[in-house]
């Protein structure tokens, strides 16, 4: 990950200069390993744990949401209902991806744990205005949709970062620990929010988001890196914007192959995978009208949670191959997803969400370990931003493309079928990382061995 950017003072002479105005400046990396314990550390990963857990149990819960808003739009006769409700959400998650790059950017100029303040505050921001705009659809586009997913986007790939300066023997577990948290609050989302639209309205539902959201902008300030960076050697004023310029546009992830295969990979492979988040609900009242809406959602994301954990303690595992652990999740839920509009039994239609759930953990649980893997702890966040900025425009357009070709047919058929073929292309093609490169695979940051991550 990218190290803060600050002064010291030195408290003896083995801590580098003292740094001034005026004076000569340099460079001094803090190489000391993670701590893997310690208030601190747990400190950090109970933050991160909340920080998923607001972000994506808001993002995940859109269902609820979406049928309050699609209801709206049909009272009122607006063409192309089903496809405008669905853009909401998923422009939501496709701009919490999108902006990724740029969180990962912000934090090699601010520092991870102000990104992370800020994008808490913007999205509770965003929360509060969209609570005065509930009847106008297209504006919460961007209150809603765009705002929020950037607040989310700055404060989700800093939680993620930073737990490379805190852990480096567990990190696939801690990964698993943080990623669990979407899941649990998934689980308690649904109810929650359709209690509070049933009894209040949906403006209050935004407003109670908010004060909850709020909590992101204050997790975000305990994600301050153990690793300080000061300046080791007089620069000019060229070769300092020559470091600026490439802390902030960094092209090194790129020539690691590996990481561009799998980087190109994963959008591909998540195409499909916030359709059933989207529409299950609606669904479930055409499939079962009779059967407990919100069940399938909290099935997935109960699962999701176990898979987190189980397979983020695999990962750790000396031995263990983390691409073919995502590779297994996503034909695992490619499949399943296929499965979904064929299920005739609600009994069997809930243990195919608990598979789906628990595969949708094993692959989210290894997002970061495999950064990690790849381009070290050093360009860990940009790496993480970078793929998921790929993914924004195939995760935004495929429950909007879902909901258009159910409008058409007013089936779910087709599009959870091509839901599911999404993610079994995106595992073959990871194939390619298997295959030996002509030339020799950039190292980043000197790290990237099994000593240094742990792979």
């Known amino acids: ?136 659809v297209d504006v919460l586009l961007f209150t809603y949709s765009i705002l929020y997913g950037l607040g989310a986007s700055l404060a989700y790939t800093p939680s993620l970062a930073i737990l490379g300066h805190y852990f480096q023997k567990y990190l696939g577990l801690v990964n698993g620990v943080v990623a669990i948290g979407s899941s649990v609050f998934t689980v308690i989302m649904p109810p929650m929010m359709t209690y509070v639209i049933q009894n209040y309205g949906l403006p209050w539902l935004f407003r109670i988001l908010a004060v909850l959201t709020f909590g992101i902008a204050l997790c975000g300030l305990l994600f301050k890196p153990v690793s300080v960076v000061v300046i080791e050697k007089p620069l000019t004023k060229e070769t300092a914007c020559s470091t600026l310029l490439k802390a902030v546009v960094n092209v090194q992830i790129w020539r690691n192959r590996k990481y561009r295969l799998w980087a190109i990979s994963m959008p591909i492979a998540l195409f499909g995978y916030f359709v059933p988040y989207v529409h299950i609900q609606k669904f479930i009242l055409q499939q079962f009208p009779n059967a407990q809406v919100n069940l399938p959602l909290q099935c997935i994301a109960a699962a999701s949670g176990v898979g987190r954990l189980v397979f983020g303690y695999m990962s750790d595992r000396e031995g263990v191959d983390r691409i073919m652990l995502q590779q297994l999740s996503f034909y695992v839920i490619g499949i399943l997803t296929i499965l979904l509009p064929f299920v005739k039994s609600f009994v069997l239609l809930i243990f195919v969400t608990l598979g789906m759930g628990l595969f949708d953990g094993a692959f989210i649980a290894l997002i970061g370990p495999v950064a990690f893997q790849f381009c070290g702890s050093t360009y860990a966040a940009q790496a993480i931003g970078c793929m998921l900025g790929l993914a924004a425009v195939p995760l935004s357009i495929g429950p909007t493309i879902g909901g258009y070709l159910f409008s058409i047919n007013q089936s779910y058929t087709l599009p959870f079928v091509l839901a599911g073929v999404s993610p079994i292309i995106g595992a073959t093609l990871m194939f390619l990382l298997r295959l030996r490169s002509s030339s020799k695979s950039l190292e980043m940051n000197g790290n990237i061995s099994r000593n240094s991550i742990h792979v």
């Not at 310690?38 to 269902?63: E, H």
């Not at 006769?77 to 991806?97: C, E, I, Q, R, Y």
């Open 1 to 136: 990950m990218p190290q803060e950017l600050e002064s010291s003072v030195p408290l003896n002479s083995n801590n580098g200069k003292i740094i001034r105005p005026h004076e000569d400046v340099v460079l001094r990396i803090d190489a000391n390993r993670p701590p893997d314990g310690g208030l601190k550390a747990y400190s950090v990963m109970i933050g991160s744990f909340l920080t998923n857990g607001l972000i994506f149990g808001v993002i995940n819960s859109y269902s609820v949401i979406y049928t309050v808003l699609l209801k709206n739009l049909k009272d009122a006769n607006v063409p192309n209902a089903d496809t405008k409700a669905a853009l909401v959400g998923s422009l939501t998650m496709g701009t919490t991806f999108l902006l990724s790059p740029l969180s990962g950017v912000l934090t090699s100029v601010m520092g991870l744990r102000l990104t992370a303040t800020l994008g808490g505050t913007i999205a509770t921001t965003s929360l509060v205005i969209s609570s005065f705009l509930t009847s106008h």
